[in-house]
């Protein structure tokens, strides 16, 4: 089935940029959607369809993808942006449609 | 405005039945060409897809879970339902109930519910 890899965790100051990758075979092929976790809550929808976000995710969230990499940037970092993020896909291998990465630790310091 | 809730049963018994009921409003399961889900994430771990159900009864299972795991929807109720047999302790986890459809985003979730498996 379909392998999602997600980057180790990451720290950063207030202010500064935080980037997270999710590598999957021929990943630009497919819609990559990513999802903010924070501790006790459900996930929220921060990017779909590789770049695009909802309404009421700021624009410091932006996604961007290419062959092989999804990559999700978070610019101008702030403390509420502490969680865990996921990459997701839907892949048509009919065992296992709805893949999620493993999730990436995004710590603010 | 969407909103689903998860509700049932919050401590099963090992080798017993899992059985959860996601009650849907602000819009209708009929009709819609959406995917209802289930997901879940044990304590400390990622999130993993248990299996979605569309209003016609449809329903695409997990492989890992499929013989143990029984999807199903009530229209007339707006709900749609999980059921879980022989429960051990690895299915100890959050349940999520959530709406999505095929190759688009899970745009919407429950707030989830702890199921702890322990006798």
């Known amino acids: 089935s379909f392998v999602l890899t997600q980057s180790p965790p990451v720290s950063v100051a207030p202010g500064q940029t935080a980037t997270i990758t999710c590598g999957g075979d021929e990943i630009g092929t497919k819609s990559v959607h990513w999802y903010q976790q924070k501790p006790g809550q459900a996930p929220v929808l921060v990017v779909h369809?590789?770049?695009d976000r909802p309404s009421g995710i700021p624009e410091r969230f932006s996604g961007s993808t290419s062959w092989s990499t999804a990559t999700l940037t978070i610019n101008r970092v702030e403390v509420g942006d502490e969680a865990d993020y996921y990459c997701?896909?839907?892949?048509?291998?009919?065992?296992?449609?709805?893949?999620f990465g493993g999730g990436t630790k995004l710590t603010v310091l | 405005q969407l909103q689903l809730q998860e509700s049932g049963s919050r401590l099963v018994k090992p080798s017993q039945t899992l059985s959860l009921t996601c009650d849907v409003s602000g819009v209708s399961i009929d009709g819609s060409s959406y995917s209802w889900i289930w997901l879940r994430q044990p304590p400390g771990k990622g999130l993993e897809w248990i299996g979605y159900i569309y209003d016609t009864g449809n329903t695409y299972y997990n492989q890992s879970l499929k013989s143990r795991l029984s999807l199903s929807v009530d229209t007339s109720k707006n709900q749609f339902f999980l059921s879980l047999t022989s429960v051990t302790a690895a299915d100890t986890a959050v349940y999520y109930c959530a709406r999505g459809s095929w190759g688009s985003a899970i745009d919407s979730w429950g707030q989830g519910t702890l199921v702890t498996v322990s006798s």
């Open positions: 997701q896909v839907w892949d048509r291998g009919v065992e296992h449609p709805v893949v």
């Open positions: 369809d590789d770049s």
